[in-house]
């Protein structure tokens, strides 16, 4: 069972629900920190970290002996990665390469006429992989000035174990990581507040679980603020709302000091719980309509 959490927009309380979700199953649960432009989770799992993996993505050297200047390699990079600069009588023409634009999809290389290219490795970050108590915790890390987080999280995915219920803490927003992310989850818990922007951003990432055909559920947060229009647009949708999260002083200040809800508050242990379960009949449910 592998459970996404996921939101339209940044300070929601996906990581809470996410970190909440993980604790209150605790045994048999794997825990992924897909957010890898910037990873918090660990700050309240404070897990053990046993081992790092660097990531990499294949990228384009150019050998001038053998390279014509064709200028094949830039016409097939959609991405515009790879200029040519043409010979001429003042110079004598050259490839230019820009890595950050470089999706490593190694059309280039494999295009090229005379062999001129090989792919070499570039690393873009890494793989902390670790435990915190009975919970599996792994998190990826994009090195500072890179922009290609998706390849970081299809790396972190392969740690996913057979037999476990995974946990993704997706990143914030609808864009590729956070399709990325989504790829290949039985359910999705959307973490939304009822605020404008709230529902602004929630209707938007309803449309992608939509695309992706990814069956969801929706949590509200900070459920006793802001207005009616969020729940009115949950019953017109018929979307599933999970769980309610009352705002509290308390809960906010043993989050600012890095502590969970349910260490904090162990009767939210059942609530979360309660989550889980009722995740997985919407799951199942799901499953069978499909049939």
């Not at 970081?152 to 995915?157: D, H």
């Not at 729940?231 to 200040?253: G, H, T």
């Not at 000091?257 to 904090?264: F, Q």
Request: aromatic share 6%.
């Amino acid at each position: 069972m592998i459970i996404s959490v996921a939101s339209g927009k940044g300070g929601t309380g996906k990581t809470t629900v996410a970190v909440n979700l993980a604790l209150s199953l605790g045994k048999g649960v794997q825990f992924l920190d897909c957010d890898v432009e910037e990873p918090n989770a660990d700050i309240f799992l404070k897990p053990d970290i046993r081992s790092t993996r660097k990531v990499f993505i294949p990228v384009p050297e150019v050998d001038d002996s053998k390279c014509v200047l064709c200028g094949k390699c830039a016409k097939v990079c959609v991405y515009k990665a790879l200029a040519v600069i043409p010979s001429s009588e003042q110079n004598k023409g050259k490839v230019l390469f820009f890595p950050n634009l470089c999706h490593g999809c190694g059309s280039c290389s494999y295009f090229c006429p005379t062999g001129a290219i090989k792919e070499v490795e570039r690393e873009i970050g890494v793989l902390e992989i670790g435990t915190s108590g009975p919970i599996e915790f792994a998190n990826g890390r994009l090195n500072i000035g890179e922009a290609m987080a998706p390849p970081v999280i299809r790396e972190l995915k392969k740690l996913i174990g057979t037999g476990k219920t995974v946990i993704i803490d997706a990143p914030p927003g609808t864009s590729c990581p956070v399709v990325e992310s989504l790829k290949g989850s039985d359910l999705c818990i959307l973490v939304t507040e009822p605020t404008p922007f709230g529902l602004n951003d929630l209707i938007l990432a309803v449309e992608v679980l939509r695309k992706l055909d990814i069956p969801f559920g929706v949590v509200i947060n900070r459920s006793d603020l802001g207005d009616k229009r969020t729940n009115e647009y949950c019953a017109a949708q018929d979307i599933p709302v999970l769980m309610r999260i009352p705002f509290s002083k308390e809960i906010a200040s043993a989050y600012s000091k890095g502590s969970s809800i349910v260490e904090a508050f162990p009767e939210y242990m059942e609530k979360f719980t309660r989550l889980f379960e009722s995740a997985l009949e919407l799951a199942e449910r799901s499953a069978k309509d499909k049939k």
